[in-house]
């Protein structure tokens, strides 16, 4: 079965300063992963997704994850953290393969605070 | 382009009665799900329609909740009676067909309905 894990359920950086979200993934087929971000009183909006191409994936607002198959991960970096990204985030999965719902399966989300 | 729409956006019952949460996905995608989060807990996966046709529902949790999608358009998700655990928060997800060529998988959210049973 696929899960996911979020290493934090809160972290706080200064404003400017690297951020950085921990997630890793358990999958024994090739996965498709995803972060979404939840600001205050909104939905889950995509910020990238990995479906096996580049390794290396770029979101929107200079949020970047990179996938290593061997260390199971899919951590979502930005180098400058903004007021603006104070927000819970949350990586998942997709059993493409295991099934043909393609369902998502969430790690328990992580809260960004940005401090000034 | 609308995007997915869910309502009420709040609720608040009593324990043993009856809510009816309602989604409109993205006009002509042909998926919808439905997730919940319990608070404190991680969003888990309740169901999954195509077009009309419940594809998946091995997350529902009982037989008191109970999911429709009539036409294949706007689904509902009716809880009855509601318990004290059934409340957190219901998202709505749709996303296209992913046999079609070019199309990558990734599933458009609602804002959620807050349900709260008290």
Known sequence: AQ??????????VSEGALVLLRCNYSSSVPPYLFWYVQYPNQGLQ?????T??????????GFEAEFK???TSFHLTKPSAHMSDAAEYFCAVSDQWSSNTGKLIFGQGTTLQVKP | EAGVTQFP???????GQTVTLRCDPISGHDNLYWYRRVMGKEIKFLLHFVKESKQDESGMPNNRFL??????TYSTLKVQPAELEDSGVYFCASSQDKRLAGVTYEQYFGPGTRLTVT
């Open chain 1, 3 to 12: 899960s996911v894990t979020q290493l934090g359920s809160h972290v706080s």
């Open chain 1, 46 to 50: 995509l910020l990238l997704k990995y």
């Open chain 1, 52 to 61: 096996s191409a580049a390794t290396l994936v770029k979101g929107i607002n």
């Open chain 1, 69 to 71: 198959k061997s260390e």
């Open chain 2, 9 to 15: 956006s709040h609720s608040v019952i009593e324990k």
């Open chain 2, 67 to 72: 999911a429709e999608r009539t036409g294949g």
